[in-house]
């Protein structure tokens, strides 16, 4: 089967990873990590913002977020394993689901919002979730299966039983319960259903039907992706054409449209004879409707809004003054319709994070896929600057030692960019390489800049000037790529690994130009991927990456760690040229650092976790905040954070140890 075309229909790619059932969770008052702020708003989530008195729930990834609007403070409710799609809260009870991967279904989680304990957890659908809704008196739980399973399922909140599972004969994208009558609601997809639940608590239904003269403006092919009731018992519900369409649910008949949009609707909220629209458009309408009930209704545009991307999520007050607005980059947004403004309240990214670097100061640098530079401050936490690129990918970040408003980063394209943050400006560009650049370093001193590429070439640049003074092609090998380049902090050494487990150790003397190779290491491996397939040499995409780094608690020490026959990490001494030890992993590490004043190694895994681990008893825990592949996992030693990063989200942790 084919998946709907619409937004409003969650088909989200399966994971390429799954989280780790074998790990080692410390209890509350042993740990040595806390997870102190998630940063931004899952953008493939649909209706996944709950707004309860001055907290506001929103999810990233597998976590549910309940953020304290006065303090920013957030608590995090982790359950779930796969990305959270959807919220929905009566009462004071919040529901959140998240999808099925692999064998294991999908997942409803029943929550206690004020405590934020979990009450329940149940599963049903095979597959994704598409809608979850309560009724209006809480006493059930209202679920639909995506494209490929057509199962509404309502559930018993004083067991948390199935109470009644009706199939549908066409998908559905949305729900909407009747805030009147607790046993009645409708569904939206290629067709409108009202559904009633009988005195024999029997569920019985009514298709909804469209004048011909209607079918003609709205589109014969046209798909019903958003709704709302009225408190009069009337449903409004939008197309992905653009059409609003008003319905009595007692003659299942459409009694009036319009075109609100240029494009899909994904949201719509109503309130005090005031209706917003949102969607694709990425615009927000607010509309005042007048008897709704008779035949001379007027529809007048009040009020528009224009967003960053399309809208998919929103919450109003019951005013319909102030609300909440989320979008598909990741980001929310305070609306207030007197001062007629939007607020960015919490700051997303809309595409995969690649890298993030910290300065000297109070300030981090997030390098996005989507060719954007995000600068952020640390207290209070919110955006402070964006450079853009257009049509190649940011793809790392280094700021200059002992310098925060000075910060260089790589591009897909071969180039390199310095900006400086007190003017907002770029100061310099170079284009040293002909690959995608993987990596970025400065030198101790700030002196020189080195860049690594996707075929393993290095260039040392000169920092002031931009000049290059030197090609390293010691490591060329076609897909091969720099995967790790490292300055020692005690001696004037550097390294640089490529994903073919190669390393190079350099001695270097930027003053003299003098830059000599003082260790090659080359580390096997099987003959077979993780997976048990046979190892194409070539493609070093289906393997964990090479990574090394210089000891910064023994000076002449390297840790690395790649794919070979043991997942471990390697201490090897560059100038005895020998193995010191060996620390064993329970997963392949895709990040690795070290945390020096707590005498800890730092560790991302392909397996969703982060881990820990005792630098020298190697002693372990595991953390889960991420619903992919860890692949940024550093120590941040000004702030004493530890930064961790899976698709588009990032995560801050606070070091307890």
């Avoid at 809208?311 to 909440?324: A, F, K, P, R, T």
């Avoid at 070439?457 to 790790?484: Q, Y």
């Avoid at 590490?589 to 945390?595: E, H, K, P, Q, R």
Wanted: contains cysteine; proline residues 3%; negative net charge.
């Amino acid at each position: 089967l084919e998946p709907p075309l619409a937004l409003r229909h969650i088909t989200l790619d399966s994971p390429r990873c799954s989280l780790s059932e074998k790990r080692y969770m410390a209890s509350a008052d042993s740990c040595g990590l806390e997870l102190v702020t998630l940063l931004g708003n899952e953008k493939e989530a649909r209706a996944n913002v709950v707004w309860r008195g001055s907290v506001l729930f929103y999810s990233l990834g597998n976590v549910i977020i309940a953020e304290d609007l006065k303090t920013s403070k957030q608590v995090h409710l982790i359950q779930h394993t796969e990305t959270v799609i959807s919220l929905s809260q009566a009462a004071d009870r919040l529901a959140s689901c998240s999808g099925a991967h692999k064998l294991r279904p999908s997942q409803i989680c029943v929550w206690n919002a004020d405590t934020y304990q979990l009450l329940h957890t149940c599963s049903f659908h095979e597959h994704q979730i598409q809608s979850l809704e309560f009724s209006v008196d809480g006493a059930y739980l209202l679920s639909v299966g995506d494209y490929r399973e057509n199962a509404l399922v309502l559930w018993d909140m004083n067991n948390f039983a199935v109470h009644t599972v009706a199939k549908t004969e066409h998908y559905v994208h949305a729900i909407a319960c009747d805030p009147q009558n607790a046993t009645e609601f409708v569904t939206v997809g290629k067709c409108v259903q009202f559904w009633i639940l009988d005195h024999k608590q029997e569920l019985s239904v009514a298709t909804g039907s469209l004048p011909v003269q209607f079918v003609r403006s709205i589109g014969e092919k046209a798909e019903f992706t958003a709704v709302t009731y009225t408190d009069t018992g009337m449903v409004y519900i939008g197309t992905n054409t653009g059409y609003v369409t008003l319905w009595d649910p007692r003659s299942t008949a459409c009694i009036l449209h319009w075109s609100a949009h240029p494009q899909e609707i994904d949201i719509l909220w109503y309130q005090n004879s005031s209706l917003l629209s949102g969607g694709v458009s990425k615009n927000l309408k607010l509309w005042n409707i007048q008897n709704t009930e008779e035949d001379d209704t007027t529809v007048m545009l009040q009020d528009e809004l224009e967003f960053d991307a399309a809208i998919v999520s929103c919450v109003m007050d019951e005013q319909m003054n102030l609300g909440i607005v989320g979008t598909t980059s990741g980001t929310l947004w305070y609306v207030n319709w007197e001062d007629k403004t939007s607020i960015r309240l919490v700051g997303g990214h809309p595409d995969q994070v690649n890298d993030v670097t910290f300065s000297c100061g109070d300030t981090f640098a997030v390098a996005i896929q989507d060719g954007s530079l995000r600068l952020w401050n640390y207290e209070p936490l919110e955006q402070a600057v964006q450079f853009q690129v257009v049509n190649a990918p940011c793809t790392c970040a280094v700021f200059r030692p002992g310098d925060d408003t000075r910060i260089s980063a790589g591009y897909g394209d071969g180039t390199i960019r310095t900006f400086d943050l007190a003017s907002v400006s770029m100061v310099c560009k170079m284009a040293p390489h002909r690959q995608a650049i993987t990596i970025l370093r400065y030198s101790q001193n700030g002196q020189v800049l080195v860049s690594g590429d996707s075929n393993g070439l290095a260039s040392v640049i000169n920092s002031e000037t931009g000049l290059i003074m030197r090609m390293i092609s010691d490591h060329k090998r076609s897909s091969a790529g720099v995967t790790s380049l490292d300055f020692s902090t005690l001696s004037p050494h550097w390294l640089l690994a490529t994903a073919d487990r190669r390393v190079s150790v350099w001695a270097a003397d930027w003053e003299t130009d003098d830059n000599r190779m003082i260790s090659w290491l080359s580390f096997p491996a099987p003959s077979f991927t993780p997976s048990g397939e046979p190892l194409d040499k070539l493609n070093y995409d289906t393997l964990p990456p090479s990574l090394a780094l210089f000891s910064p608690l023994e000076g002449d020490t390297i840790l690395y760690s790649g794919y070979g026959l043991l997942q471990e990490i390697i201490f090897y001494n560059f100038k005895s040229r020998e193995t010191v030890r060996k620390v064993d992993l329970a997963h392949w590490a895709t990040a690795l650092d070290v945390i020096p004043n707590s005498n800890l190694i730092l560790v991302g895994s392909h397996d969703r976790l982060v881990t820990i681990i005792d630098y020298t008893s190697g002693t372990f825990q595991d953390y889960v905040a991420h619903a992919g592949e860890v692949g940024i996992a550093s120590y941040w030693e000004k702030n004493n954070v530890v930064c961790s990063g899976s698709g588009a989200a990032v995560a801050l942790w606070s070091v307890k140890v």
